[in-house]
């Protein structure tokens, strides 16, 4: 039911394929924010299990289609479950399983009680941080049983990673969700981990099962999917390589130009594109605020 007074009640929905046991950290992480009851996956043809005994509400989709097809025909999936979710809910939230929304847990224990605090916005964008491993001085594997950031201390802000996650308005997200076509708003406080290169090994074995994916219907080919794992892992060695801890300042929200950094184009509204890669070859290191270590 929606709420009118107090913490907005808010859905958080993802898709998952065969995402092993981060899926089940997604689910935590969310459930302390939403509550379980209202965690949405949509299971992709999971063959290794990690889509099993949730406690959420799981929804085995068919094969979809591949190829160019593949992503327009998810954001229409995603964005009939989202209008259905609104009918009933104040929000919606979608996020990949490796996209992490935090806040200043000091300042606002949840997500909903920022979007209350914030007076509801329509629609909500994210500061957007690709977490980065950076093996040197960080241990790898990635320990999924312990908080994150006390492992993991690098990021670089991406603004590709800055989408409109999250949602009031019936207005359909759009290229990968990274796009809106409604306005929105980065809100400065509002982080989102992405933790596609947090880990080194995990990299190389997502970024080899994708590459399978792709080689096999077409999927994302034009994008990092379409890269040999042996590729994606080169790029990363070369830009973790020789990296000074000391030198490396805290990211300062108030560096970004947020104003000027969604355009409109096409119909939507959208940060810039710049893919994964170029981002993570070009966009400075920085670290993790400290303020958000215990917040994952």
Known sequence: MRSTTGRPEVAVITMARDEGDLLSLWVSHYARHVGIDNLVVLDDNSVDGSTEGLGCTVHRVPQLKGGLAFEPVRMRLMNGIASGLLAAYDYVVFVDVDEFLVTDPAVYP??????????????????GLNVLHIPS????????????????????????????????????WAVS?????????????????????????????????????????????EASWGKEADQVLAIFDAVVADVDPAAVPEFDPATADLDDMV????GRHRTPKQGQIAALRNQPLTRIPQRLVGSI
């Not at 790898?140 to 201390?153: A, F, H, K």
């Not at 355009?263 to 096409?266: G, P």
């Open 137 to 172: 001085v960080e241990p790898e594997p990635l320990d999924l049983g312990r908080p994150l950031l006390e492992q993991r201390s690098f990021a670089k802000f991406t603004p590709l990673m800055c989408k409109p996650s999250i949602k009031r308005v019936n207005a359909g």
């Open 110 to 127: 949840t997500l909903p009680d920022l979007l209350e605090d914030r007076g509801r916005p329509e629609a909500v964008g994210v500061m």
């Open 263 to 266: 355009i409109f184009l096409n």
């Open 177 to 221: 969700s990274h796009g809106l076509k409604a306005p929105y708003a980065i809100d400065p406080e509002l982080f989102m981990l992405h933790l596609k290169f947090a880990d080194r090994s995990r990299l190389a074995e997502v970024a080899r099962l994708r590459n399978e994916v792709s080689k096999a219907d077409g999927r994302a080919e």
